[in-house]
């Protein structure tokens, strides 16, 4: 499964200009160091796994930010495709090699 995410903290932050970056860092540690594939970019973060430790990293990267807000907003989507693993950058190959090839013209 590929789960992208996107947490964030709001509500009493620290920064003026309402930027969310340092609790994003403190989220992305965590995925970072689950050891699990992943990837993020400037609005989500992706994590391919299994279910269960898939959502334990998405949980604890919620709870990294918490002390960054009184609130938390978290959104998910997930792709759950039984018996396939490398899809985190097996369907970007598949997407690229469709663009240089000209399919779907």
Do not use: Y
């Amino acid at each position: 499964m590929i789960v992208a995410f996107s947490v964030a903290p709001s509500g009493t932050g620290s920064n003026p200009d309402g930027s969310v970056h340092d609790a994003v860092a403190e989220a992305v540690k965590v995925v970072r160091d689950s050891g699990l594939p992943n990837r993020t970019s400037s609005m989500f973060t992706e994590i391919e796994g299994e279910w269960d430790e898939v959502f334990d990293v998405v949980k604890r990267a919620t709870e990294a930010v918490a002390p960054f807000g009184s609130r938390i907003s978290l959104v998910i989507k997930a792709d759950i495709r039984p018996g396939h693993q490398g899809e985190i950058d097996g369907k970007l190959q598949r997407l690229e090699r469709a663009i240089a090839s000209g399919e779907g013209q």
